[in-house]
Antibody, heavy 122, light 107 residues
Framework: QVTLKESGPVLVKPTETLTLTCSVS??????????VSWIRQPPGKALEWLAHIFSSDRRSYCTSLNSRLTISKDTSKSQVVLTMTNMDPVDTATYFCARIREGAESHAFDVWGRGTMVTVSS | DFQMTQSPSSLSASVGDRVTITCRASQGFSNALAWYQQKEGKAPEVLIY???TLQSGVPSRFSGSGSGTDFTLTITSLQPEDVATYYC?????????FGGGTKVEIK
């Protein structure tokens, strides 16, 4: 069974750095041509794609947040980590991770985590 | 910046109605266009990928079409369980942009 689970702080202060972890199971981050993205959703608002890491370790970032984001993976731990610097109250959102099979056999983001709510407040 | 413009932002229709949601890209791309359904308080679920391929288990009343910059999601006979917000997404290469969403309600 393929699962993804997000973890991280519930509350961060403005200007702090947020670190979120996506723990995956049921597939490999380096052998199965699988990539993982982070997506967020502020309360009552639309989905916003943030960052993606490919099986090759290539990374791609949302243009507007590029300078604040870093995505990485630890294949031995089956984890994908997102860091976001200089947090602001507008970054309050539910943060999801989701996986995608790369290439012609892709079914888009076919498995998602349940999401983790992060509030930015002093 | 690449953008996906979805319309309408919300709609209200009766059970059994045909519903159409459109997604327009700022630049043309491959057929790597997906549609997701998100119910209140839940993670999104993929309905359609590769523009028109139904994900396993998704009812056949959902269909997708389009190419280049213009894509469409159609629900042929709206059901009460289809109340949700629907998103399109380009997923072939970065940026993997989502549309702004369409909230579907029952009249």
């Amino acid at each position: 069974q393929v699962t993804l689970k997000e973890s991280g702080p519930v509350l961060v202060k403005p200007t702090e750095t947020l670190t979120l972890t996506c723990s995956v199971s049921g597939f490999s981050l380096n052998n199965d041509r699988m990539g993982v993205s982070w997506i967020r959703q502020p309360p009552g608002k639309a989905l916003e794609w943030l960052a993606h890491i490919f099986s090759s370790d290539r990374r791609s970032y949302c243009t507007s947040l590029n300078s604040r984001l870093t995505i990485s993976k630890d294949t031995s731990k089956s984890q994908v980590v997102l860091t976001m610097t200089n947090m602001d109250p507008v970054d309050t959102a539910t943060y999801f991770c989701a996986r995608i099979r790369e290439g012609a056999e892709s079914h888009a983001f076919d498995v998602w985590g349940r999401g983790t709510m992060v509030t930015v407040s002093s | 910046d690449f953008q996906m413009t979805q319309s309408p932002s919300s709609l209200s229709a009766s059970v059994g109605d045909r519903v159409t949601i459109t997604c327009r890209a700022s630049q043309g791309f491959s057929n790597a266009l997906a549609w997701y359904q998100q119910k209140e308080g839940k993670a999104p679920e993929v309905l359609i990928y590769a523009t028109s391929t139904l994900q396993s288990g998704v009812p056949s009343r959902f269909s997708g079409s389009g190419s280049g910059t213009d894509f469409t999601l159609t629900i042929t006979s709206l059901q009460p369980e289809d109340v949700a917000t629907y998103y399109c997404q380009k997923y072939d290469d970065g940026p993997l942009t989502f549309g702004g969403g369409t909230k579907v309600e029952i009249k």
